[in-house]
């Protein structure tokens, strides 16, 4: 085995192995720190996780550059970090009380959501890596809808594993990216059924989707959401979870988004894609430290 990989196992074992030992911290401290442990977390990730700090301050520079100062721009990088570290001692707390989801997680939009059930063609919850989304379809599965989230499975299988229990213990449904045609085979068995399914469209997509500008800069985004619409009739529901400032959260609804018909059909799924993406860039500049700067969403460049 050569360097690269002893270094690779090394780190996802490294990975496995802090997941589980802070899955335990979470379950032994008191409920009233977890928030300063998870602060100390982010404290360290943010000096020993350079690459994911380098990658964070360009997006950001990309994105605020031309209004926010540096100053500002260390600050919601920080604050990211942050964000990141509660999101995730949250999920450890409560994948074992789903029920206290109901007073810790608010709706608003409900009817917006409801309405879009009517049609009987299932809700496309379209979204983004932004706030503690995997709460999101925890608080929807514990209201009593049938969610499920389209999701790349991690690289390290047990951590993947550990999750994928998890949201089972949930009562979220995982459908995965890949392969593809199971992925969209899945996902339109779950619409037609009336499902709720969440398709984050916020992260790089290579070749395989269409640029349309965010923050200015043009960014490859997927195309699924739309596509699946004009295919299975669905609803297209923009939804967001953010944090309040007593570090409860609040999910919001948008209305049902309409499509709007193009030249022909590539020019539609252009139009409405940028759309969405116009939405999540709306959300991401209120509540910019929610969202996952540590992607490298401009990575892809259109010829």
Known sequence: MDSKKIRKSAGRFAAWFGLNICSLIVKIIPA???YAFAKNIASL???FAKKQKKIALHGLHVAFGAEKSSREIEDIAKNCFICMAKSAVELMFFFDKPGALK???EIQGKQNLDKALESGNGVILVSAHFGNFPLLLGRLAVEGYKAAGIMRPMRDAKVEKIFFEKRNKFGV???YSQPRNECVNNTIAALRNNELVFI???QNFGTGGVFVNFFGEKAATATGPVVLAQRTKAALVPCFI???SN???RIIFEPELELIDGKDSQDTIAINIQRLTDIIESYIRKYPAEWGWIHRRWKSKPN
Do not use: M
């Open 32 to 34: 009233c720190c977890l």
């Open 45 to 47: 990730a943010y000096v």
């Open 103 to 105: 007073d810790f997680v």
């Open 173 to 175: 449904k995982t459908i």
């Open 200 to 202: 984050p469209i916020d």
């Open 242 to 244: 953010i944090r309040l």
């Open 247 to 249: 570090d409860q959260h």
